[in-house]
C-alpha cells in the first residue's frame, strides 16, 4: 500500500522564520511528488518535482527531492502570516496498467505569528 | 474558463438518502477524481476516470459510485448515505500528457453532512 507521511503535524512560527517541511514516501512507480497549499478552502499547487536534486524554486518558497531516501522537503523563508496554510505533500504512482494515482500526505499545519 | 465546479457547496442528509454531487470542468481534461477529506487524515481517493467511458476505484470507494460519459462531468452519487460519509469533497483535473500527472486543479469543495 502506498504511503505518504509529512512532518511535522503542526508547526508555529513567528513572521520572518524560516521552516522546513517534511515529506517522506513509500511508494511502488514513483511518478512525481507533488506540493500544495490549503487555506481554507481547495488546495493549490505550489511544485512538482520528478527528479532527484534538483531545486524548484518560486519565490520565497523551494522543495528539493530524494529519490534514493525517499523524501521531499519543502523551505519557506522570511515567513509571513500569509503563509499560514496546510501544506500537502502528494506523490504520483503508476498503478495498473496506464492508471495513475495522487496519495495524499495528512498534511503539515503551519501557522506563522505576527 | 470557469475551471473545475463543483455542486452543492453544502449539503445535510439523513442517513439512507441517496445523492449525486455534481463535478464539471471545462478545461479538457482527460483525468478526473474524487477525493474526501477528513480532519487529520489528507485526501483520500474514492474514484477516478481517465477519460469518458472509463473509470475506476481508489483508496476508499467503498459507498460511492462514478460514471463518466461526457469529458466534462464526474458525478459522484452516494447510494445510501451513512454518517462515516461526512466529509469535505473535492473534485480534481488534469491532463494526463507525457505520462505523468499534470497540475491538478481542485474544485471548490462540497462539505457533506449526514445526520
Known amino acids: 500500500e502506498d504511503k505518504v507521511v509529512q512532518s511535522p503535524l503542526s508547526l508555529v512560527v513567528h513572521e520572518g522564520d524560516t521552516v522546513t517541511l517534511n515529506c517522506s514516501y513509500e511508494v511502488t512507480n514513483f511518478r512525481s511528488l507533488l506540493w500544495y497549499k490549503q487555506e481554507k478552502k481547495a488546495p493549490t499547487f505550489l511544485f512538482m518535482l520528478?527528479?532527484?536534486?534538483i531545486e524548484k524554486k518560486s519565490g520565497r518558497l523551494s522543495s528539493i527531492l530524494d529519490k534514493k531516501e525517499l523524501f521531499s522537503i519543502l523551505n519557506i523563508t522570511a515567513t509571513q502570516t500569509g503563509d499560514s496554510a496546510v501544506y500537502l505533500c502528494?506523490?504520483?504512482?503508476?498503478?495498473?496498467?496506464?492508471?495513475?494515482?495522487?496519495?495524499f500526505g495528512s498534511g503539515t499545519q503551519l501557522t506563522v505569528l505576527p | 474558463n470557469a475551471g473545475v465546479t463543483q455542486t452543492p457547496k453544502f449539503q445535510v442528509l439523513k442517513t439512507g438518502q441517496s445523492m449525486t454531487l455534481q463535478c464539471a470542468q471545462d478545461m479538457n481534461h482527460e483525468y478526473m477524481s474524487w477525493y474526501r477529506q477528513d480532519p487529520g487524515m489528507g485526501l483520500r481517493l474514492i474514484h477516478y476516470?481517465?477519460?469518458?467511458?472509463?473509470?475506476d476505484q481508489g483508496e476508499v470507494p467503498n459507498g460511492y459510485n462514478v460514471s463518466r460519459s461526457t469529458t466534462e462531468d464526474f458525478p459522484l452519487r452516494l447510494l445510501s448515505a451513512a454518517p462515516s460519509q461526512t466529509s469535505v469533497y473535492f473534485c480534481a483535473s488534469s491532463y494526463t500528457g507525457t505520462g505523468r500527472l499534470k497540475t491538478q486543479y481542485f474544485g471548490p469543495g462540497t462539505r457533506l453532512l449526514v445526520l
Open positions: 520528478t527528479s532527484s536534486g
Open positions: 502528494a506523490v504520483e504512482a503508476a498503478s495498473s496498467g496506464s492508471a495513475r494515482q495522487l496519495t
Open positions: 476516470s481517465v477519460g469518458a467511458g472509463i473509470t
